[in-house]
């Protein structure tokens, strides 16, 4: 039964069929789409995945050279060498657009061009323990900045897959089956009318016929 | 023109200010009110990227699953002194279900 009431009518039919022909169109073009989504998708999830592994591992080693830092160095001594640092990294945030999901792009810059000039620090009163640990974590950084690249285009595209198979869902089981319902629904009608019509149209024959020539008087003559 | 910050409890962090990263040293307690207007408000300024302890994230990971699905900014788990909590993995996975429906990489 339809769902909700629709005009039993030919120029309602001819709506509907178009409307359906629009929405299965849409159907299978938004599956297309859920499709090629997924399959990118998983190639982005994977390597964020690996990426996250190498950062982590990055990230620990430096810590650990941290430590091994601060260990033989005086509290004090190791605060003030950060105090005031000569680099400085800026983003450009771009734009790039896969599947119509608008994923972000970074490109960094330094302040300092030579990219070894990071030690913010005089080398008398430090340990050379820090000098490393600055550096591995100044190696990390592009790989930490593709991390960040990759995993906010992951979160994006699930969000944007979430949405179109949300669409499709619909389509597919919600709004396909009540118009196709709807149709089936107005054809029968339509039908329906045009017999009730035709045998209306039989009987008024019948009635005229017998007020023209009085058949039943004349079978009861003969009779 | 953006910048890139790092939050976190201090001793895993400082390291980033001598590379050219804003450190924003945050104590780790179960309050994270703080943290939290903190987080607000560096997303309110001009940082694109917003790397989080993941000691800190697991606090206020309401609040980080927020801006999942907003371009920028992007907020990215990073391990801390205290080691790897897992965080961060987490937050691929959660991406995964949520778009295949079910965990189907890291079943191992």
Redesign the interface.
Known sequence: MAAKHVNPTRMELTNLKRKLVVALRGHRLLKDKRDELMRQFLELVQENRKLRQQVEEGINAANKNFALASAVMQNETLKTAFLTPKQEVTLEVGKKNIMSVEIPVFTYQTRTSDPNDIYSYGYAITSGDLDSAVKSLADILPLMLELAEKEKACQMMAAEIEKTRRRVNALEHVVIPEMQENIKYITMKLDENERSTQVRLMKVKDMLLEQEYQYSKRYMADG | ????TVMGDR??I????????DTYPIAITDDTSAAVRKLRELIESEY??I?ITEALAEKMEEEIDRY??V??P?I?P????S??TGM??K??KK??E???GSDI??RD
Do not use: Q, T
């Open positions: 023109m953006y910048k890139i001793d895993s400082y390291g980033f200010a001598a590379i050219g990263l694109a990227v790397y999942r699905d371009r920028l992007a990215i990073i391990p801390g002194v080691g790897n961060g993995m937050m691929v991406s995964v949520k778009a295949v990489l890291f």
